[in-house]
């Protein structure tokens, strides 16, 4: 369990994509070969069969499409503010959708304000495919790479400890014993996957729904909070009523986001109504 709540939390989920142009270069195929086949030949490469059309592709080979983040920070006066962080802000701006860009604006945005980070099988996963893509793309994010001489001189998000929260870690045991965000978040009384899932992320984006893989990406990272404040709960940084306090922090957030223009939270909001009432 963690030891401690940071003053800013970041609850971060990373959608990715495999990447046609990743595809094209390892497997020398023709440049005007359009992606979705360019797709479909690197999923058969990974093994893939009738039962399994779009196996797991390595990370390095996919690209970095949304990150979406809730974070909270606490003040000084020890008011609490949440707002939720999306990249891209704009899907139909080509200079926002960039990889490098969505990858390089999280990592320069973590390294300037040093939160405590939160993910399910982020340890693995997320930081993982931000590691790789972003040498792929030739970034540099200095701070947030940089670390400390002494663990107790800096936050070091590549070392174990409460600078990187992973739940999956946590909670997770052998095998089948690990339960999905999913199954821990909806057991919980927790919306988890709504009409969208990760298998459906590549046909979104091949067919240009990237505006509803933001969405799927926002709502990921509102369940991951959610479960995190229940972790924090059980592990007594939060009592019953301070719970109760940051939950509806949380309700309150997604209401004003909705009245901003964000409808599809309300979904989100209805079955996180409907699990509270089982």
Excluded at 59 to 82: E, K, N
Excluded at 94 to 120: C, M, N, R, S, W
Excluded at 180 to 188: G, M, P
Aim: net charge negative; with cysteine.
């Amino acid at each position: 369990m963690f030891k401690s709540v940071f003053d800013k939390v970041w609850a971060f989920d990373c959608e990715w994509v495999p990447d046609p142009a990743a595809g094209r270069t390892l497997y020398k195929l023709p440049a005007e070969l359009p992606d979705r086949d360019v797709l479909a030949h690197m999923w058969q490469q990974a093994g893939a069969s009738d039962d399994d059309p779009m196996p797991f592709l390595k990370t390095i080979v996919c690209r970095v499409v949304s990150i979406a983040a809730v974070t909270r920070q606490r003040r000084r006066d020890g008011s609490v503010q949440l707002h939720l962080l999306s990249l891209p802000r704009d899907v139909s701006d080509t200079a926002q959708t960039a990889e490098a860009h969505v990858i390089g604006t999280f990592l320069d945005a973590i390294g300037e304000h040093k939160p405590q980070l939160v993910g399910f099988n982020s340890i693995n996963a997320d930081l993982k495919i931000l590691l790789q893509r972003a040498v792929v793309n030739g970034l540099s994010a200095a701070e947030f790479c940089r670390r400390p001489d002494k663990p107790w001189e800096g936050v070091d998000y590549f070392a174990r400890g409460d600078a990187h929260v992973d739940i999956k870690d946590i909670v997770g045991g052998w095998g089948k014993a690990t339960p999905s965000l999913h199954e821990l978040a909806v057991l919980s009384g927790i919306p988890g996957k709504l009409d969208v899932d990760g298998n459906a992320v590549a046909s979104l984006w091949l067919e240009g729904h990237l505006d509803r893989i933001v969405a799927y990406n926002e709502c990921d990272a509102l369940s991951t909070y959610l479960v995190w404040l229940r972790l924090a709960h059980l592990s007594g940084h939060f009592d019953q009523r301070s719970y109760a306090e940051e939950q509806n922090r949380v309700r309150i957030l997604v209401e004003s986001l909705i009245t901003q223009g964000r409808e599809h939270l309300q979904a989100y909001l209805t079955e996180w109504d409907r699990l509270a009432h089982l």
